[in-house]
């Protein structure tokens, strides 16, 4: 008897599960096919933080610098990178280390990955906030002047250094602040 009433349960208990996913297919089927048409009209997608609003997503070049020797980095770790002017007037990275250095400016990042002597790192600023209607088209002149295939690498941050800090001040799309670019761009498609 014992073995009737489990076999029985366990009938039961199939035919729940069997039944709650086939009332869901049919549930969904049946308003293809008779459901009320409407349409709804749809925003693009462009990055956006709750509290800052929208951005244009920065991705930088070359962000990797020799370790310094006797320093060790797991994936993640915080390290800190020294910077001096490069001679085409670009920051260069110049050596990774686990102390903040007591002269000259450096960076606080977060490293990726790499090998004893030489690691990828992230930079704490990815991110060039503007006014929303703004930021969507400047995005697109990023990409297209950015460093993606076909791109003419005509991109670039001002930052501010200070302390282990990085603080955007502009982003330029071929020598031009975005917002000027912007602007100058809406003047030429003007009839």
């Known amino acids: 008897m014992n073995t009737k ?23 969904h089927e049946d308003i293809l096919r008779t459901g009320a048409v409407y349409k709804f009209k749809t925003a693009p997608v462009d990055p956006y933080d ?13 962000t990797h610098a020799p370790v310094r020797p006797g320093d060790t980095f797991g994936r ?8 001096r002017p490069g001679a085409d007037g670009f920051a260069q990275f110049v050596e990774l280390s686990a102390a903040a ?11 990726t990955w790499g090998t004893a002597t030489n690691m990828q790192f992230r930079l704490a600023f990815d991110k060039y906030f503007m006014e929303e209607s703004q930021a969507p ?8 002047h950015g460093n993606r295939r076909g791109g003419t690498n005509a991109t670039y941050v001002v930052v501010r250094v200070k302390g282990g800090r990085g603080v955007i001040e502009d982003l330029c799309i071929t020598d031009v602040p975005v917002r000027e670019f912007l602007r100058r761009q809406a003047e030429n498609k003007r009839p």
């Open 5 to 27: 009433i489990l076999f029985g349960l366990f009938v039961a208990v199939a035919a729940v599960q069997l039944a709650v996913p086939i009332s869901q297919i049919w549930k």
């Open 50 to 62: 709750a509290f800052r609003g929208r951005y244009v997503a920065l991705n930088f070049a070359d």
């Open 76 to 83: 993640g770790a915080p390290a800190y990178v020294t910077l």
């Open 101 to 111: 250095p007591t002269d000259g400016d450096y960076l606080r990042v977060e490293t």
């Open 137 to 144: 088209k400047a995005e697109q002149a990023y990409w297209r």
